[in-house]
Nanobody
């Protein structure tokens, strides 16, 4: 059974940094795609960043230049380094994985990131 376990959320002041981690267990494959989505109160869930096992990445325009996604394929773990955080980055961040392009979506339980002074 595939499981995604996240860590690293919390409270940070504007301008600060946080690093989120997500480990995928229960799969012998390195997932085709791993990434992060977020959902703020009253808003739709949106893609934050995504990385494929081929090395391609894509980011939401709102986080480009501030957030960096990376993968450790040997550990089936994806990271999101978030710098220069803004109050509007406050949301529940959820890890996402697809083992193959055509396969089921897997989700983590979500971790709350709060950016506030």
């Amino acid at each position: 059974q595939v499981q995604l376990v996240e860590s690293g959320g919390g409270l940070v002041q504007p301008g600060g940094s946080l690093r989120l981690s997500c480990a995928v267990s229960g799969s012998s494959l390195s997932p085709y795609a791993m990434g992060w989505y977020r959902q703020a109160p009253g808003k739709q869930r949106e893609l934050v960043a995504r990385a494929t096992n081929g090395g391609s990445t894509n980011y939401a325009d709102s986080v480009k230049g501030r957030f960096t996604i990376s993968r450790d394929n040997a550990k089936n773990t994806v990271y999101l380094q978030m710098n220069s955080l803004k109050p509007e980055d406050t949301a529940v961040y959820s890890c996402h994985a697809k083992l193959q392009p055509w396969s089921t979506d897997y989700w983590g339980q979500g971790t709350l990131v709060t950016v506030s002074s």
